[in-house]
């Protein structure tokens, strides 16, 4: 087969890397990738955005089946436009429908579809420029700290948790009449505030059945202890140790199964990965959010555990198979430390040489925000997650030590890092 993956960030280079090992691949093209995709696969520039650009792609390589992985065009319609098109419709896109990624695209979409299907998640409310002053209200009636949540996509920074009533009505009125967040923010979802600790759980589903992947816990913040600005996210450990089989039980009796029949029953065309954002509070799960496709950087640390052949799984998902479908794991604990940009997640320097790369071991390297200097052949930073170091141990502790070991060994100039991560599990961690 000839694979497309779509995408540059660490999320598509652990894809590519786990289809890489496949014997049921010929060629692997990435668009557009990075500098690190370009050791399991062809690069090929394009925008995202650009449908018509990316089918000559698929058509002056013979790609045989496409993976989505970022959000955007899965929002926009991909899914869609292969299956209008005469010359792309039987080819697979491993990821859902417009109207499927509707789960993330819009947060007043899937909560009303939680709603709808019983679906456990917190207390809520939408608002927009038409009643502002409602919202309000709907703070008051709400105790601290309030959930603000822009309702379209905002690259991962539109939720906001803020202590203050006050506060929380002039941030309202920020994102809804200021524009904060642009057009995501033109309406917005007020929630209750759930306490209690978070994990990602994914599926593929094929629209049907589905295969439960190994899940993770991410770690969104800046700044140690979770502390500071919202990222894309700065490292993730798999499996996640409270997440038990009676607590995983749950998870799949009260969430997954009512969210693919759901989606069923709407009669909306699914056939990817679901990303379940939850929190456990006190011991039953509560849905956060929806993505439409996999974590990052919990791909970093959940692909590497898949011991089945990951392209056996997407083409069980694109046939309809999935019931038929069994997957297998590593049981040794994935750590995932991403390094970033000095500045991030706001501004950064991008281009700095980054070295040491070569002196790493025991791990692997999945590079998001690096390209290639052709003038002096060597990689540099291109983005505000640079790479992610992933090491595998037989406990947390043991693949932690190892990942920042090579964490250390890799150096460029404004190279940052969060020193704590899995620190929240550490009381659950009695292997």
Known sequence: MNILILGSGGREHAIGWKIAQSKKVKNIYIAPGNAGTRNVGTNIPVDLDDFHRIKTIVIENEIDMVIVGPEAPLVDGIYDFFVADSVLKDIPVIGPS???AKLEG???FAKDFMAKNNIPTAAYQTFDSS????????IDSLTSPYVLKADGLAAGKGVLI???AEDAKAELTSMISEHKFGDASKSVVI???LSGIELSVFVLTDGEDYVILPEAKDYKRIGQSDTGLNTGGMGSISPVAFANAEFMQKVEDQIIKPTVNGLSNDGIVYKGFIFFGLINVEGNPYVIEYNCRMGDPEAESVIPRIVTDLVDL???TAKGNL???????DNRTAAAIMLVSVGYPENYEKGKVIKGLDNVNNCILFHAGTAIDIENNSVKTSGGRVIAVTAMGENMSSALKKAYANVDLINFEGKYERRDIGFDLVQFDNK
């Open 323 to 329: 019931k038929n479908t069994k997957i297998e794991f």
């Open 106 to 108: 819009s947060k007043s």
């Open 162 to 164: 803020i202590d203050s």
């Open 191 to 193: 929630e209750e505030f």
């Open 98 to 100: 417009k109207d499927g």
């Open 314 to 316: 997407f083409d069980a």
């Open 131 to 138: 009643n502002i002053n409602e919202g309000h209200l709907f």
